[in-house]
């Protein structure tokens, strides 16, 4: 059975920074793209950040550029997000998506999804 289970969320100030970890189980990931997503309340799931198998090709959102990063462990089979210079608006539960394919940004394009876990930024 394969699960992703995302943790590292929490409540900070604006300013402030977070580190997110998926950890995945059941198969390895070493072969495919990984990706970070949110979805704030009332709004869609969107596209926050992917990173190819190899780690050589990584895609940020616009909104994120500069302050997020994206990174993964394969021998852990854990992929991470290190955001900084936490804003209000990036208030979101983030969830890991795995095995994707295709477009990197694209939610449809993942096979295997996280619960998600809760950031909150006050301001």
């Known amino acids: 059975q394969v699960q992703l289970v995302e943790s590292g969320g929490g409540l900070v100030q604006a300013g402030g920074s977070l580190r997110l970890s998926c950890a995945a189980s059941g198969r390895s990931f070493r072969n495919s793209a990984m990706g970070w997503f949110r979805q704030a309340p009332g709004k869609e799931r969107e596209f926050v950040a992917a990173?190819?198998?190899?780690?050589?090709?990584?895609y940020y959102a616009d909104s994120v550029k500069g302050r997020f990063t994206i990174s993964r462990d394969n021998a852990k089979n854990t992929v991470y997000l290190q955001m900084n210079s936490l804003k209000p608006e990036d208030t979101a539960v983030y969830f890991c998506?795995?095995?994707?394919?295709?477009?990197?940004?694209?939610?449809?394009?993942?096979?295997?999804w996280g619960q998600g876990t809760q950031v909150t930024v006050s301001s």
């Open positions: 998506a795995a095995a994707g394919s295709g477009s990197f940004a694209v939610v449809d394009s993942y096979a295997y």
């Open positions: 990173i190819s198998w190899s780690g050589g090709s990584i």
